[in-house]
């Protein structure tokens, strides 16, 4: 994971689960890490946390539903580290988890507007000065959900179809200018969505076992693989972490 010390990585809902797991992680291993997401005082807490440890770290408020306050968080990263070489779209909500007779159209279109307006937003914000340098990797947190259907997540299985377009969309037109357009889809993993998941009691996810889930410490160390040269051959599509070739392409141990 040499490829990782020295680059400027901004990750979006930074201020727990997979994101928090992810800023720390990469910042050990020496990258300059911009902490995105909307609670401030989280944020701000795990930035000094990383540099007490030495690692080196700032948090933006922002809300990746609003293009000018994460175009702001770039500006910010930016600001502090120089241009932006990794973007981590990883922000991402799905509650509340409904069926399509009792679902609420705002709430269904505030998971749009999270999950795929702000990975949009988050690519349009990058993806001009990646190009004139020849060189950048944009990583979208998937799903399972993007490919796959289950009851009570239509607005979230909608959200995440349309982030693997937008992968597949922006690998098309990057990948001739350097720049690597990656998802990568971590299985389920012990945050607080799936908290979130297990309580709705909908559909077989809200089952499984809460050791079924991997931690996000895991997801952090595919991101880490993925900012690197061997994100090049999964640009355009998913890297499926629940796959065992995937686990071991990115270092990680077989799961029982
Ligand atoms: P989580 O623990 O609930 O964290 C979600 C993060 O997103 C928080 O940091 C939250 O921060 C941020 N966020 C939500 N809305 C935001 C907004 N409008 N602007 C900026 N940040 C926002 O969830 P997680 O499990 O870590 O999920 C991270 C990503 O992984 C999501 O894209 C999710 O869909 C994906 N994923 C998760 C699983 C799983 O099993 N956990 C499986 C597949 C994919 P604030 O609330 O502070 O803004």
């Known amino acids: 994971m040499d490829h990782i010390?020295?680059?400027s990585i901004?990750?979006?809902g930074a201020s727990r689960g997979i994101g928090a797991a992810?800023?720390?992680w990469l910042a050990l291993k020496g990258a300059k890490v911009t902490l995105a997401a909307r609670s401030e005082d989280e944020i701000h807490a795990l930035a000094d946390a990383i540099s007490q440890d030495g690692g080196t770290a700032i948090a933006t408020a922002c809300d990746v539903g609003d293009y000018d306050s994460l175009r702001g968080a770039i500006s910010q990263a930016e600001a502090a580290f120089g241009p932006v070489d990794v973007l981590v779209n990883n922000a991402g909500i799905i509650d509340p988890i409904t069926r399509f007779e009792d679902s609420d159209p705002s709430d269904w279109s505030r998971v749009i507007t999270?999950?795929?307006l702000g990975v949009y937003h988050g690519m349009r914000a990058v993806l001009p000065g990646m190009?004139?340098?020849g060189k950048g990797t944009i990583i979208n947190i998937s799903s399972g959900a993007a490919t796959g259907a289950l009851e009570g997540w239509s607005h979230y299985c909608a959200s995440k179809a349309g982030a693997l377009a937008l992968t597949r969309c922006g690998d098309k037109e990057m990948s001739a200018h350097g720049v690597t357009v990656v998802g990568l889809s971590?299985?389920?993993?012990a945050t607080d969505m799936q908290h979130e998941i297990k309580s709705s009691g909908v559909n077989p996810v809200s089952q499984l076992d809460w050791s079924d889930h991997i931690p996000p410490e895991d997801v952090a160390q595919a991101i880490g693989y993925l900012c690197g040269p061997g994100a090049a051959a999964h640009a355009g599509t998913?890297?499926?972490l629940r796959d065992a070739e995937a686990r071991a392409e990115v270092g990680l141990?077989?799961?029982d």
């Open 5 to 7: 010390k020295g680059l």
């Open 10 to 12: 901004v990750i979006t």
């Open 22 to 24: 992810a800023a720390s």
């Open 114 to 116: 999270i999950n795929l």
């Open 131 to 133: 190009k004139a340098r």
């Open 186 to 189: 971590p299985g389920t993993v």
């Open 238 to 240: 998913d890297l499926r």
């Open 253 to 255: 141990a077989p799961r």
